[in-house]
């Protein structure tokens, strides 16, 4: 590939026939450029995995299958897609400054939107659902896991190489050369961070690489939604990184209301203040049920005034399973009712689909 000013320079002829000199061509699937962008090798993909994602929404779209069977599918025929010659284009995302760059640069790939926007439609939350508590339920990792491992496989397989291949002789050169801007300068980088950060893991096994950035990103993940506002209430019944249960025991209808409540993806006033301009102090969005206090959760669970007769059946219910649920205080019935099982389970999600607005 050439850009214009190049291709006014220099004439290339095979079996006297002139070749064709364009600014972009398809090799392999992979996107080429005169400038050889990775942001464009990575653009076009992405494209073609938005169009994937768009049918597989389409024909789950009101289905009834478990939100884990719904993952699987995008992970076998859409993260493919997004994976596609990461070993070449990833490593221009990833940063390796320090252990917080490193991890949020993992969910800075164009495919992670795809990841993301896709769990919000299965647990069927808005787009404005925190994207922290959405891979809390589900333990959704960033695809940017895969692509860090992918490079620095293909770092090695090239390494590794006997001395005659054409492919290891360009590694070499490069090598050489100390480009701060190449492809193994910035691979050289993530190796070398790794490396520091976990004398541990074994850098010439995938697997060892997936386990020690899974890891450490959970670790990140805990210490996000302690910093973040709007999980003020999760962290209350939320503390490990991993697929909740209820996903699959509930029925659909009530699932969806039970995941907007855990995740504050609802329209109490609590979250309706976030969106109003200016934005509305906390202590002024109140409950417009009973004009009593802020309409939050706990609130919205056990004091709305609106709600009396049906809290105290709902509550007489649940002390069939749980004798002592009432002298219990409120963060404890939350964490209770939030991560029971049975029963109790149907009990509070029945009651949020009735009441929650």
């Given at each position: 590939c050439l850009s214009k000013s190049q291709s006014d320079q220099i004439q290339i002829e095979c079996t006297n026939r002139k070749l064709e000199q364009?600014?972009?061509?398809?090799?392999?699937?992979?996107?080429?450029?005169?400038?050889?962008?990775?942001?464009?090798?990575?653009?076009?993909?992405m494209e073609k995995a938005r169009k994937a994602t768009f049918k597989l929404r389409s024909l789950l779209y009101d289905s009834y299958l478990k939100p884990k069977l719904?993952?699987?599918?995008?992970?076998?025929?859409?993260?493919?897609?997004?994976?596609?010659?990461?070993?070449?284009?990833?490593?221009?995302?990833?940063?390796?400054?320090n252990s917080s760059n490193f991890?949020?640069?993992?969910?800075?790939?164009?495919?992670?939107?795809?990841?993301i926007s896709f769990a919000k439609f299965i647990l069927g939350v808005h787009k404005k659902a925190q994207n922290s508590a959405v891979r809390g339920e589900?333990?959704?990792?960033?695809?940017?896991?895969?692509?860090?491992?992918?490079?620095?496989?293909?770092?090695?397989?090239?390494?590794?190489?006997?001395?005659?291949?054409?492919?290891?002789?360009?590694?070499?050169?490069?090598?050489?050369n100390n480009n701060k801007f190449s492809w193994v300068f910035k691979s050289q980088q993530i190796i070398n961070y790794i490396k520091?950060?976990?004398?541990?893991?074994?850098?010439?096994?995938?697997?060892?690489?997936?386990?020690?950035?899974k890891?450490?990103?959970?670790?990140?993940?805990?210490?996000?939604?302690?910093?973040?506002?709007?999980?003020?209430?999760?962290?209350?019944?939320?503390?490990?990184?991993c697929y909740e249960k209820y996903l699959d025991i509930l029925a659909t209808e009530l699932r969806k209301p039970?995941?907007?409540?855990?995740?504050?993806?609802?329209?109490?006033?609590?979250?309706r203040g976030r969106y109003t301009r200016p934005v509305t102090p906390v202590n002024q969005r109140i409950c417009r049920r009973c004009n009593a206090s802020t309409d939050s959760e706990l609130h919205f669970l056990f004091e709305c005034g609106?709600?009396?007769?049906?809290?105290?059946?709902?509550f007489i219910n649940l002390t069939e399973n749980c004798p002592l649920f009432t002298t219990l205080s409120d963060e404890n019935k939350l964490q209770y009712l939030l991560n029971s099982e049975g029963s109790a389970l149907t009990e509070i999600a029945v009651f949020l689909k009735k009441f929650l607005p």
């Open positions: 364009v600014d972009r061509y398809t090799y392999l699937g992979i996107e080429l450029t005169s400038n050889f962008s990775y942001k464009v090798m990575e653009s076009s993909l719904c993952l699987q599918l995008f992970d076998q025929l859409i993260k493919p897609i997004c994976l596609y010659g990461s070993e070449i284009w990833g490593q221009n995302v990833v940063k390796t400054s991890n949020e640069s993992l969910a800075k790939f164009e495919s992670e939107k795809l990841n589900l333990g959704r990792l960033p695809i940017g896991i895969d692509i860090v491992a992918n490079i620095i496989t293909y770092y090695y397989n090239i390494n590794l190489k006997t001395k005659s291949s054409i492919l290891t002789e360009a590694f070499e050169l490069y090598n050489s520091k950060n976990c004398h541990e893991v074994d850098i010439l096994k995938r697997k060892s690489i997936i386990r020690y950035c890891d450490m990103y959970i670790q990140f993940w805990k210490k996000k939604i302690t910093s973040e506002s709007k999980m003020r209430t999760y962290i209350l019944y939320k503390n490990n990184f039970l995941t907007q409540f855990r995740i504050s993806a609802h329209n109490l006033e609590i979250e609106l709600f009396t007769s049906q809290r105290e059946q709902l």
